[in-house]
């Protein structure tokens, strides 16, 4: 029987909500509509005449036991009915009147003369809710609850929602056990002395008085609802925006923790608010009993753990014997946003939000994942100092923390173990956050400048203890001579990459005093010495550092010999290879870095060269002298068949020239032919794409090769260009790319094809290679293409014609997942999995499709790397109930554990590091061979 409600503003009033059902034999004739298998959908709410349900004999009276039927009550003459989907075509044949429920929370008009718009409207919701209440806790159906949780307002899905956990709690004895243990476990967590007031309270509870409490706090329906009339008007009866996120974050981190305890997963429960740190989420737990701390989570003496878990009536001894808290402690924070990785300092992440927390974590796996060697918990805060994304996000935090006690002691730490002899890839992440550490502090005025005569020595005295204000740049000079090493050695791709992206800045011209570091690290990373010894030994190769006399010396021969360096005449250290800036000659990188090379850029004191299938292209300048890019081992033989010597040329203009034209219009004249040479090589060897080094090194040379492109663009549009190669070159000024003939990274879309069967092969025959750029088959034997914006309809015409019924998906996006991956994984852990495929995709079309291909691929890669994803790869949390409606609103845990480490490793057998190119020039080179018939 049905309590009646009084109605607010109206003590006098009343609605009754009961009625009375008798037991009655079930005719033979409704057992067709008994037997009727319910469906998976949500069920719908209808309105049935009183008068044909309360006669004893009538024929819904008959019917109203069966299970897809529930009958909520009766007001204004109709009674309120719940119908699954399945059994609507039997009770229309059958006659059975009913009419549809529009808006259950939509007073009926009678209602509305009687009492009023907003006291029939207060009356409408409190019938909707208590209606949801006892339909959810009958657990008729998982389509029921559906039900009401369609019709449901925002201001009150809260309320339904703490209804079903409230329901599935009750559902498994163990369940409700497990979850009532480590909710206290989670608690205690919180606290340092187990010997409070409130703790002892706590842990006095049995397992009913725990579980009531919880109840009470979060499952009273008039918690929802305001109080009178005036305050309903106001906010029409709702919660505000901000305390129904907090209610659905509440909400969720409950729900987290039932599921691990047990109970089957409901998605439309997962509504975590990543703003939130992970200590604000364990005092979440600890308002149930209003106990509360700022304790990192997992740091306790075990021993004392177990010492007050037994004071607690809800483990028993058996439970307390086998009870591993340490083990517990890693598995509640590998499945609730409650923990942190180890290594990490608590000062910074306790100030984080868990979604940047996640961030943190899923880089980390990320990292480690070529870099095994390294994953150790001691590693997990170099990596966070390294990251640039997070480390530009939480820079007020960090800096912070650096300024700490505990940050003074990881610097202290890491200064100890750069000297000593380390595996390099351990070297490079241990210098990288040294780096990165110093880059935290302002940066002193007037350091940028060795104080002990060189960076070397600079570094040295760092090393051994001395504080000097340009620490910071010494770092940076450091890193940069490790990337010049990097360049002499094999196999270090991936840590040049790494540091490059670290130091993030341009490279600044060398000193030839320079290669005291380099020789410096070469000993480090090539012979695995310590510092010690490294510093000696390079110290014997080079020389002591300058002493003050010599530096001053140095710089009284600089700038007497001025005008002599803006002519180009110098007297050059020829271990280094010398360029222009404009204004004086300056050694731009060591020599060894060109031969490492399989072309070498020479010229030959004569006016012409015999052709030869070894010399990719040549140039004849003013001076009666060829330039050519000729294959290195053919040099030698180059030489003895001209009878002279091949020269390594670094695009200088002639003393000639300087004469004649200036020094600015000579060397723009050698630039300008050279350039037309290189992209005349790279149209005869796709291999030059990757040694682009041959020309462009060093950096100067490819900053003006990259002026060069800039200044041709304009000359090309003309009628008659001046480089037709280069005809339909565009310059994106905002960008700085230059980009090719309509190929500005908008003028193409990703098509996806699907349903094409055997026809999908004849995909090829669509459309040229400037139509479509490519074609990959995906896993699920769908197709994936690089269209031109302008061909798509005539693309959607020609597949239409050949397969009529199959499925064309423009501007579609390979990491947005299907129906069927969210259904299985939710929608987070889909579209990461599905953003891991396609990186792996798009790093196979840059190497193997064409340079066109290959561009757009990066492009799009490039930019998919900016979005950051919370991973939660759970073998256990992907059993999710078919019966269950799916959301988009799907927020995932991480779970980084063993098991989900191998699946990933599994499914990315060999994945290399995407190249990642600094500068925006490279984008435009690797196209440039499109625009040759042969391309």
Not at 184 to 190: A, S
Not at 644 to 664: A, H, M, Q
Not at 894 to 909: C, F, P, R, V
Request: with cysteine.
């Amino acid at each position: 029987m049905r309590v009646p409600i009084p109605e607010p503003g109206d003590p006098g009033i009343w609605v009754s909500r009961g009625f009375q059902l008798t037991s009655e034999r079930i005719p033979f004739d409704a057992g067709e509509l008994i037997r009727t298998r319910l469906s998976n959908r949500p069920w719908q709410l209808y309105r049935v005449p009183a008068d044909q349900i309360e006669p004893i004999n009538s024929d819904w009276r008959q019917i109203l036991s069966a299970p897809g039927i529930h009958v909520a009550g009766k007001s204004y003459g109709t009674y309120r009915v719940a119908i699954d989907d399945s059994y609507l075509p039997w009770l229309s044949v059958s006659k059975f009147k009913f009419q549809p429920e529009i808006d259950p929370l939509k007073p009926v008009d009678e209602e509305v003369s009687v009492h009023g718009e907003w006291v029939a409207r207060w009356n409408a919701i409190c019938r909707f809710l208590q209606d949801a209440m006892e339909a959810i806790s009958s657990g008729k159906s998982p389509g029921l609850d559906c039900c009401y949780r369609k019709h449901a307002r925002t201001p009150h899905q809260v309320a339904l929602e703490w209804a079903i956990l409230k329901r599935d709690l009750k559902l498994d004895p163990a369940v409700k056990t497990r979850f009532t243990q480590w909710l206290v476990f989670i608690i205690l967590n919180l606290v340092n002395d187990y010997d409070t007031p409130l703790v002892l309270e706590l842990l006095e509870k049995e397992e009913e008085q725990l579980l009531q409490a919880f109840w009470d706090l979060h499952t009273d329906l008039s918690a929802y609802l305001p109080t009178k009339i005036a305050n309903f008007k106001a906010r029409d009866g709702s919660l505000t925006a901000a305390q129904n996120e907090a209610e659905f974050h509440k909400l969720t981190l409950f729900r987290f923790l039932l599921e691990l305890a047990g109970s089957k997963r409901d998605v439309r429960q997962h509504k975590l608010d990543l703003r939130y740190p992970a200590n604000y989420n364990t005092n979440i737990y600890g308002s149930v009993f209003g106990i509360s701390g700022s304790k990192r989570f997992g740091t306790f003496d075990s021993q004392k753990m177990l010492d007050a878990l037994s004071k607690s009536p809800i483990f028993p001894g058996d439970t307390i014997r086998k009870l591993d808290v340490m083990k517990l402690s890693a598995k509640l924070m590998s499945h609730l946003p409650i923990g942190f990785p180890d290594g990490l300092p608590f000062d910074v992440l306790s100030k984080l939000a868990y979604g940047q927390v996640q961030m943190i974590r899923a880089e980390m796996l990320n990292f480690y994942r070529d870099r095994r060697s390294l994953e150790t918990p001691q590693n997990n805060v170099l990596v966070l100092l390294t990251w640039n994304p997070i480390r530009h996000m939480i820079d007020e935090v960090l800096v912070e923390w650096a300024a700490s006690a505990d940050g003074w002691r990881l610097y202290e730490r890491l200064i100890k173990d750069i000297q000593v002899s380390q595996p390099k890839e351990q070297l490079v992440l241990t210098l990288a956050a040294l780096l990165c550490y110093q880059r935290l502090f302002p940066l002193t005025p007037d350091t940028n400048q060795p104080i002990k005569r060189s960076y070397q020595a600079d570094f040295d005295a760092i090393l051994n203890g001395e504080r000097l204000s340009n620490a910071r740049i010494v770092f940076e000079y450091m890193v940069l001579s490790v990337l010049r090493v990097f360049y002499t050695m094999k196999d270090n791709e991936k840590m040049r990459t790494f540091l490059a992206s670290v130091l993030d800045i341009q490279w600044p011209v060398l000193d030839p005093f320079h290669e005291f570091s380099d020789q410096y690290w070469i000993r480090r990373m090539g012979d695995g010495l310590s510092h010690k010894d490294a510093h000696k030994m390079a110290e014997k190769i080079v020389g002591p550092a300058r002493s003050d006399e010599e530096a001053m010396v140095e710089e009284m021969v600089t700038l007497d010999n001025k005008e002599e360096q803006e002519s180009g005449v110098t007297t050059m250290d020829e271990r280094w290879a010398w360029v222009s800036d404009g204004e004086h000659r300056v050694p731009a990188f060591p020599r060894a870095v060109f031969h490492l090379e399989a072309y070498k850029l020479v010229y030959v004191s004569l006016p012409k060269l015999p052709p030869h299938e070894k010399i990719l292209s040549m140039i004849s300048l003013p001076n009666g002298v060829s330039v050519a890019i000729v294959l290195r081992s053919y040099v030698p033989a180059l030489e003895q068949d001209l009878n002279t010597k091949c020269w390594e040329y670094n695009i200088e203009p002639s003393r000639e020239d300087v004469e004649l034209l200036g020094f600015v219009k000579a060397k723009n004249q050698q630039v300008d032919a050279v350039a037309r040479m290189a992209v005349d090589a790279m149209l005869r060897d796709n291999t030059l794409e990757e040694g682009l080094w041959v020309y462009a090194d060093p950096l100067c040379v490819l900053n003006l090769f990259t002026t060069w492109l800039g200044g041709v663009v304009a000359r090309s549009k003309r009628d008659s260009p001046a480089f037709p190669e280069l005809a339909g070159i565009e310059n994106d000024a905002e960008s700085g790319r230059i980009q090719l003939d309509g190929y500005d990274f908008n003028s193409y879309t990703l098509v996806r094809v699907s349903y094409l069967g055997h026809w999908a092969q004849n995909l090829d025959k669509l459309g040229n290679f400037n139509e479509i750029l490519s074609i990959a088959e995906l896993q699920d034997e769908s197709w994936e293409l690089p269209v031109r914006k302008s061909y798509l309809p005539t693309l959607k015409d020609k597949l239409h014609k050949m397969v009529s019924d199959c499925i064309i998906e423009p501007d579609y996006d390979p990491t947005e997942p299907n129906a069927k991956e969210v259904e299985e994984f939710g929608y987070d852990k889909a579209r990461i999995l599905r953003s891991f495929t396609f990186r792996d995709r798009a790093e196979r079309m840059i190497h193997e499709a064409l340079p066109k291909a290959a561009a757009f691929y990066a492009d799009l890669a490039m930019g998919g790397e900016k979005e950051m994803v919370i991973l939660d790869i759970d073998e256990k949390e992907m059993d999710i109930l078919e019966n269950e409606e799916q959301e988009d609103e799907e927020m995932v845990i991480l779970d980084d554990d063993e098991k989900e480490i191998d699946i990933l490793e599994n499914e990315e057998q060999e994945e290399v590091e995407m190249a990642e190119s600094t500068d925006e020039c490279w984008v435009m080179v690797r196209t440039l061979r499109l625009q040759s018939p042969m391309a």
